[in-house]
């Protein structure tokens, strides 16, 4: 049973930073190519980067570029999303998602998700 837990959330104040886990078991980490995903209140789920399965290949979006870093421990099976010079529009619940190979910057191509995990930045 391929499972996907999301940890680090909680509350931060703006200009401060977050690093966010996502650990998986179930499957072979390193078949899959990892992304991470925010969706706030009444919005849609916003892309926020991806990476390869080696980790040789990170794409983010552009409300991540700059700001966050994204990293796969495929022996330590989890995957990290390090986030600096948090924002109040940061605000918002952070998925981790899976799909096999190749990366994606689309929702719809993966096929495992987390639970979520709840990131608030306080002004």
């Known amino acids: 049973q391929v499972q996907l837990v999301e940890s680090g959330g909680g509350l931060v104040q703006a200009g401060g930073s977050l690093r966010l886990s996502c650990r998986v078991s179930?499957?072979?980490?390193?078949?899959?190519?990892m992304g991470w995903f925010r969706q706030a209140p009444g919005q849609e789920r916003e892309f926020l980067a991806t990476?390869?399965?080696?980790?040789?290949?990170?794409y983010y979006g552009d409300s991540a570029k700059g700001r966050f870093t994204i990293s796969r421990d495929n022996a330590e099976n989890t995957v990290n999303l390090r986030m600096f010079s948090l924002k109040p529009e940061d605000t918002a619940v952070y998925y981790c998602a899976a799909r096999r190979f190749s990366p994606s910057i689309a929702r719809r191509d993966y096929d495992f998700w987390g639970q979520g995990t709840q990131v608030t930045v306080s002004s």
């Open positions: 990476i390869s399965t080696t980790g040789s290949q990170t």
């Open positions: 179930g499957m072979a980490l390193s078949t899959y190519a």
